[in-house]
């Protein structure tokens, strides 16, 4: 059974930082392309940053230079460390994991429960 489990969301103010950790079991990790994304209150779903087999982060635009997506596949791990948050950064974050970037655009692949985050002005 695949399980993908996020933790480290919380609320904290503008500028600060929070780590979200994605811990992953029940498939092969490195065959996976892994990713983060989130949803805000009537938006839609919004791919955060993804990290594939080549290793190549891609980010999006709104999150560049202040979010990095990292990982450890020998202990099944994903991170996303944020810095210099922003309100509308406040949305509930997860973690995805998909045999390409396309599958989890569309929506596909696994998907943990997700944490929420929240920045305050």
């Known amino acids: 059974q695949v399980q993908l489990v996020e933790s480290g969301g919380g609320s904290v103010q503008a500028g600060g930082s929070l780590r979200l950790s994605c811990v992953v079991s029940?498939?092969?990790?490195?065959?996976?392309?892994m990713a983060w994304f989130r949803r805000a209150p009537g938006k839609g779903r919004e791919r955060v940053a993804n990290?594939?087999?080549?290793?190549?982060?891609v980010y999006a635009d709104s999150v560049k230079a202040r979010f990095t997506i990292s990982q450890d596949s020998g202990k099944n791990m994903l991170y996303l460390q944020m810095n210099m948050l922003k309100p509308e950064d406040s949305a509930m974050y997860y973690c995805?994991?998909?045999?390409?970037?396309?599958?989890?655009?569309?929506?596909?692949?696994?998907w943990g429960q997700g944490t929420q985050v929240t920045v305050s002005s």
């Open positions: 029940g498939l092969t990790y490195n065959n996976y392309c």
């Open positions: 995805a994991a998909g045999p390409s970037s396309i599958t989890l655009l569309l929506g596909n692949g696994y």
């Open positions: 990290i594939c087999s080549s290793g190549v982060a």
